[in-house]
């Protein structure tokens, strides 16, 4: 059986699981988008406690790819991914980035269902859901299976020996997210009291 190098192993290890939780927290998300008025807040705070798991899978796979591009033999060894996937990763990030900032932006301003923010914040939304349902598609199987290793995993071998680490990067990833969602909750007051169907002008 082939030795898997640590570094290697650990950086998909921590990739996999946080994306795991990703998935999960993004279902709830998806929830709340079939019924946004009714859920707006759970939607507005599922929304920015998001950022903390984003920046850390942003991270650990530009990590990965700048390791593969700079040549590192493990790396190299381990491949990249296929060349579908490696084609709409930038488009995951670039849209990912865009639906968060355009969404943590609208909590500076007036509700306005017709305003071009909220506008761009739907438009970034529907790039993003179709590169993401690739992306998941491509990685959902083998994400599952080496986020199972990992948490079935006790000491020892390769990758878990920083086991303990991946989960404290996890936990604060989470804490970085719950801590802005709390400190922005206050600023979408505007947003969650609004009764757009009832406001001046007829918003629909």
């Given at each position: 059986m082939p030795v898997?190098?640590?570094g290697v192993e650990g950086n998909s290890r921590l990739t996999a699981a946080n994306g795991m939780v990703l998935l999960v927290m993004l279902a709830v998300e998806g929830v709340t988008v079939l019924s946004v008025?009714?859920?707006l807040?759970?939607?507005i705070f599922l929304g920015v406690m998001l950022i903390g798991p984003v920046l850390l899978k942003t991270?650990?796979?530009a990590f990965r790819f700048g390791r593969y591009y700079r040549g590192a033999a493990a790396y190299r060894e381990k491949g990249p991914p296929h060349p579908v996937l490696r084609a709409i990763g930038p488009l995951v990030v670039l849209s990912s980035f865009a639906l968060l900032a355009t969404g943590i932006a609208l909590l500076a301003v007036s509700p306005d269902e017709n305003s071009a923010l909220l506008t761009a914040h739907q438009a970034s939304f529907a790039v993003w859901f179709v590169?993401?349902?690739v992306h998941v598609l491509g990685h959902l199987v083998e994400a599952a299976q080496v986020s199972?290793?990992?948490v079935r995993?006790?000491?020892g071998g390769g990758g878990a020996r920083r086991r303990r680490l991946r989960f404290v990067a996890l936990a604060l990833s989470l804490g970085v997210g719950v801590g802005a969602a709390a400190a922005l909750l206050p600023a979408a007051a505007p947003w969650t009291s609004a009764n757009f169907d009832n406001r001046e002008g007829g918003h629909r």
């Amino acid at each position: 059986m082939p030795v898997v190098d640590a570094g290697v192993e650990g950086n998909s290890r921590l990739t996999a699981a946080n994306g795991m939780v990703l998935l999960v927290m993004l279902a709830v998300e998806g929830v709340t988008v079939l019924s946004v008025r009714q859920m707006l807040t759970l939607h507005i705070f599922l929304g920015v406690m998001l950022i903390g798991p984003v920046l850390l899978k942003t991270a650990s796979t530009a990590f990965r790819f700048g390791r593969y591009y700079r040549g590192a033999a493990a790396y190299r060894e381990k491949g990249p991914p296929h060349p579908v996937l490696r084609a709409i990763g930038p488009l995951v990030v670039l849209s990912s980035f865009a639906l968060l900032a355009t969404g943590i932006a609208l909590l500076a301003v007036s509700p306005d269902e017709n305003s071009a923010l909220l506008t761009a914040h739907q438009a970034s939304f529907a790039v993003w859901f179709v590169v993401l349902s690739v992306h998941v598609l491509g990685h959902l199987v083998e994400a599952a299976q080496v986020s199972w290793r990992e948490v079935r995993t006790a000491t020892g071998g390769g990758g878990a020996r920083r086991r303990r680490l991946r989960f404290v990067a996890l936990a604060l990833s989470l804490g970085v997210g719950v801590g802005a969602a709390a400190a922005l909750l206050p600023a979408a007051a505007p947003w969650t009291s609004a009764n757009f169907d009832n406001r001046e002008g007829g918003h629909r």
